[in-house]
């Protein structure tokens, strides 16, 4: 919801590599904390039908852990790789080694007793995310073929996105008192989910009203913009 442009390009991009049988190159998607990018890296992997495995690149510290990820992928499969640039120097050469040869090299004991064995990696689709381009170092960069960033909502996709969250949450609520927590999202959904559940929360009540939203609005502090129009971004 909300992103048209970005699931045209992934799908034009998917259908190009679909046609020869082959997985996709890896995918780079931008955007803040919140805006719904581990959301469409999902979404790809079920359009693709393929498995879905994802992890942080800050919890990724030493060879071994990408190493057992990396080794025991299916062909296909979509990995994600949240927060990709703060993967580690040696993690990342790993990893571009792992994407363009489809081989893993790995060291096993010390000294003289050394052993070297090359271990093959399937074919798999890499979905990075970042905050911004610019924070992926040059060499990580470059091995994205596709680079999304992902639009503004609409307030009209965020009350969508509302009632999903709602109908998940199953959280009773007014459309109106949807409409309002969407208008002070900060065009963000993973804000507008946060908010959901504070005002919750905090009325306690079996169904949630524009004027129950109103309090909890006050109660937090929150200024509150009203009169935005329900097609536009904020």
């Known amino acids: 919801i909300g992103q048209d442009d970005t699931i045209a ?4 991009f998917t259908e ?9 190159e890896p995918i780079l998607i931008v955007a803040d904390e919140g805006m719904g990018k581990r959301t469409v890296a999902n979404a790809l ?8 495995q994802g992890v942080s690149g800050s919890e990724l510290q030493v060879k071994g852990d990408l190493t057992a990820i990396l080794t025991n992928l299916r062909t296909r499969q979509v990995l994600v790789i949240e927060d990709v640039h703060r993967m580690r120097g040696a993690l990342q050469d790993i990893l571009l080694e792992a994407l363009q040869t489809h ?3 790995i060291q096993i004991g010390q000294g003289s007793r050394t052993r070297r064995h090359v271990m093959d990696v399937q074919p798999f689709t890499l979905v990075g995310t970042a905050p911004k381009k610019s ?4 060499g990580l960069l470059s091995c994205f073929a596709l680079v999304l960033p992902l639009q503004a909502y ?23 008192a949807i409409r309002l927590l969407a208008a002070n999202s900060r065009s963000c959904p993973g804000k507008l989910k946060m908010l959901m559940q504070r005002v919750t929360r905090g009325v306690n009540k079996q169904r949630i009203t524009e004027e129950d939203t109103l309090r909890a ?12 129009p329900t097609g536009d971004p904020e």
């Open 9 to 12: 390009r992934l799908s034009a």
């Open 16 to 24: 190009f590599y679909g046609k020869n049988g082959s997985a996709p």
């Open 45 to 52: 992997a079920n359009e693709l039908g393929a498995a879905f």
């Open 103 to 105: 081989k893993l090299p």
């Open 135 to 138: 924070e992926c170092p040059e």
């Open 154 to 176: 609409a307030n009209s996709a965020l009350e969508k996105i509302g009632e999903r969250i709602a109908a998940q949450e199953e959280i009773e609520i007014d459309a109106t």
């Open 217 to 228: 609005f006050a109660a937090f502090g929150i200024v509150t913009h009203t009169n935005i």
